[in-house]
């Protein structure tokens, strides 16, 4: 299936789908990533465990709607008007949800405080959980930063800074590079692949990153013990974004959640532990 569209209010969302008939299994990013960077054998590999899956662009993100450049000024002023909150951002995956007559799904996020909004304030729409990479959206700033490493902020922005197509491929290459499973073959041609894809859909915006960043402190969400769906969180022993101190807490504050830590991973989902990842993933009966 190509890129279909999905709408909230006045935002338009894309998205496509792999598999038919299977469990619904929604794919949701965290802060700036295009649905691309979801590794297409990946979700063939979830089609095959029998999910029928569906990624989607995050507002201001890929394909779907950008919003416009507010005035000048320092990022926290950016923060501090969020043109739309992390509900509104939970609430596009809602949509994809309905456009493919999706009463329920599994929500598989990465990165995301969006998969953790979704279950927290439509817990009848999500049916399963699973948090990668993360660390708890209902922690509050001081809280968060106990979570996050920072070294590898400060490598990021050592990077010379792109002008020509050609450097921002690099630039995203570089990114990744600096966050991928060190105990893990480093999938250069895919991220090479992927990263020119990104760049041509959407050259990457640092005033997204605001927004998205905005968003999440416009929104406060209710504690993690709200959660019903069965979760699973996966951390990385060797990332090198968020401690992995910040998924056990998050697995912690979810009632029943299961906790796994997989030795040698970093802020990814290498192809090493696909599988076993998938083995884990909470399973109802299939829901149309």
Not at 146 to 154: A, E, Q, S
Not at 163 to 173: A, F, I, N, R, W
């Amino acid at each position: 299936m190509g890129i279909e569209y999905a709408t909230n209010g006045d935002v338009s969302i894309a998205y496509e789908t792999f598999g038919t008939g299977g469990e619904p299994l929604l794919l949701v990013l965290g802060i700036d990533y295009q649905m691309v960077w979801w590794n297409d054998a990946f979700c063939r590999r979830l089609v095959d465990a029998g999910f029928h899956v569906a990624r989607y662009d995050n507002r201001d993100t890929g394909l779907s709607t950008h919003f416009p450049h507010q005035a000048a000024g320092s990022p926290w002023k950016v923060l501090a008007r969020a043109p739309y909150t992390m509900a509104d951002m939970a609430g596009d995956g809602l949509a994809v949800m309905d456009a493919l007559g999706w009463s329920a799904a599994h929500v598989l996020g990465g990165t995301s405080a969006i998969a953790q909004a979704m279950a927290l304030l439509h817990p009848q729409r999500v049916r399963g959980l699973t948090l990668c990479m993360s660390m708890p959206a209902t922690a509050g700033p001081l809280r968060a930063l106990r979570y996050l490493k920072f070294g590898v902020f400060k490598e990021i922005r050592k990077l010379p800074r792109p002008v020509t197509p050609q450097e921002h491929v690099e630039y995203l290459v570089a990114t990744y590079r600096l966050q991928a499973s060190p105990g893990y073959p480093f999938p250069e041609e895919w991220v090479r692949e992927v990263a020119a894809l990104s760049h041509h859909r959407a050259p990457h915006d640092p005033r997204t990153t605001q927004r998205h960043l905005a968003a999440g402190r416009a929104t406060r969400l209710p504690p993690l013990s709200g959660i019903t769906a069965p979760t699973l969180v996966v951390s990385g022993a060797e990332d090198p974004m968020v401690k992995p101190s910040g998924g056990r807490d998050l697995a912690a504050q979810i009632p029943g959640a299961q906790f796994v830590e997989y030795p040698g991973v970093g802020h990814d989902l290498p192809e090493g532990i696909w599988d076993d990842v998938i083995a884990r993933m909470p399973r109802t009966a299939a829901i149309t």
